[in-house]
């Protein structure tokens, strides 16, 4: 170790300069920063911080008009035709098959975010997750039309660094901006 005021080399755990008698620092050691770890519960699968799906705001309004169709049909079909009164019962129970497949749709769409990702989950015969690493988003955008504004539902667009230099949308979610806060605060974990 050498001395700062005079340069006398001292022994490495010399406190003290053996000509000059100034307390010598210890060196400055190299550190290695190393990558932090995602966050992990306990089973050692990554924590979920938002799961959301498209909104169902509109599957439960065609519930309430398939219904309303489907008394109107009843009757109409009940005064015009002299049938068996299951025939327009059962026509009018098949016009629920409409919401229902896109409420079934609805369901199979799941969008979750991670610590370092966002996954998007589709289907359930036939899954297809995309995960889009954190540290690869660019932009997120929040983007709501008038109607979805009305009614507090919206799409986040995410712009990623991928080699097609794709968007991901997370579309028709409930409470867009909570999603899009929640993944800039992550954003900004990341960079620190």
């Not at 022994?11 to 050691?29: F, P, R």
């Not at 799906?53 to 309303?68: D, E, I, R």
């Not at 299951?86 to 497949?101: D, E, H, M, R």
């Amino acid at each position: 170790m050498f001395c700062t005021k005079c340069g006398k080399v001292n022994s490495d755990d010399a406190i003290y300069c053996q000509k000059c008698g100034t307390v010598l620092e210890a060196e400055d050691e190299t550190v290695v920063a190393q990558r932090r770890r995602t966050v992990e519960n306990v089973a050692g699968t990554e924590q979920h911080l938002i799961t959301a799906g498209p909104t169902l705001k509109f599957v439960k309004l065609g519930y309430v008009l398939a219904v309303l169709a489907a008394i109107v049909l009843t009757v109409l079909i009940s005064l015009v035709l002299t049938i068996s009164p299951w025939v327009p019962v059962i026509i009018g129970l098949a016009l629920l098959l409409i919401p229902a497949f896109y409420h079934i749709r609805q369901r199979l769409v799941r969008y979750t975010l991670t610590p370092s990702m966002i996954e998007i989950d589709r289907g359930v015969v036939s899954r297809t997750t995309q995960n889009v690493p954190l540290r690869r988003i660019q932009d997120v955008t929040v983007s709501a039309s008038v109607i979805q504004r009305m009614l507090g539902f919206g799409d986040v667009i995410v712009d990623n660094a991928s080699e097609d230099g794709g968007k991901v949308v997370v579309k028709n979610i409930d409470d867009p901006r909570k999603f899009a806060d929640e993944l800039l605060k992550q954003l900004r974990r990341l960079e620190s």
